[in-house]
């Protein structure tokens, strides 16, 4: 059974100072053990304000950002320049601020008409920087940001949809009806593989939600987020007092 941290902070900035930490910590763990660190970025508005911190001194002199692999855990099928694009947000906010280079910056291809074939070229990216095989066991990230709707989905994995039920590919296309569009998402065999994932949630309009997912009944077809569990990893969830306002416990 996965670890389960709960952490309850003031507000989105305190939130998101915590947030930094935990990224700091994890890569520079990451980068002495292994070399370099691999990181999921999420979407949504929540992480910008982390980016942007991390983007900052004194936080950006911390970490040898040479080291870094950028990837994201899903997509929006827009170009990279739409204002709706996870990865515009990201490059705004912290990788602009950054002296990397364009090989440590893995785009999910959301623009693409063939959106199983972007999907396919993303796994093969990722086995390709990992250096494992395409098809075999999903790779473990050294850290996974996660944020979560008020529906409970988190990356692209919205209730009721296919990608929900997909065991062995690590990255698909997914039909979203209620918000009539497709996405690129990872999916759970990847998103569970995480040594570390980290969930940033705030806001009222989250907090019958975030009961439910934490502390209510199984039902990860409604609440997909119920289903981060990773094997092997840690789990964090970092939620401010208006999003926690109806859970009974801490941890
Ligand atoms: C996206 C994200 C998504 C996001 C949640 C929460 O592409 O939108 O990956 O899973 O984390 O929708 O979004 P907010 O942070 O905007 O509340």
Not at 8 to 27: N, Q
Not at 198 to 212: C, D, I, N, W, Y
């Amino acid at each position: 059974m996965t670890a389960l941290h709960i952490q309850v902070l003031a507000d989105l900035e305190a939130v998101s100072t915590r947030g930094a930490e935990e990224f700091l910590g994890c890569a520079q763990e990451a980068i002495a053990q292994r070399g370099r660190f691999l990181v999921a970025l999420t979407g949504g508005s929540t992480p910008r304000r982390l980016y942007q911190m991390l983007a900052e001194d004194p936080l950006r002199t911390q970490l040898d950002w040479g080291r870094v692999q950028f990837f994201w855990g899903d997509e929006r099928c827009v170009p990279p320049d739409h204002a709706d694009s996870n990865y515009r947000m990201a490059h705004e906010a912290l990788l602009s601020q950054l002296s990397i280079g364009p090989e440590q910056v893995h785009r999910m291809e959301g623009e693409r008409p063939d959106l199983d074939q972007s999907a396919r070229d993303y796994q093969n990216t990722l086995a390709r920087v990992f250096g494992v095989a395409s098809e075999g066991e999903p790779p473990a990230f050294d850290l996974i940001l996660l944020g979560m709707g008020s529906d409970g989905h988190t990356a692209s994995l919205f209730p009721h949809t296919q990608a929900l039920h997909e065991k062995d590919r690590w990255v698909v296309a997914n039909e979203v009806p209620q918000h009539s569009t497709h996405r690129l998402t990872m999916t759970y065999p990847l998103l569970n593989r995480g040594r570390q994932v980290l969930f940033m949630v705030t806001g009222a309009q989250k907090s019958s939600t975030l009961r439910e997912v934490l502390e209510g009944p199984s039902d990860p077809e409604r609440l997909p987020s119920q289903r981060l569990q990773p094997t092997q990893g840690k789990l964090t969830w970092l939620v401010d007092t208006a999003a926690a306002a109806e859970l009974s416990r801490r941890s």
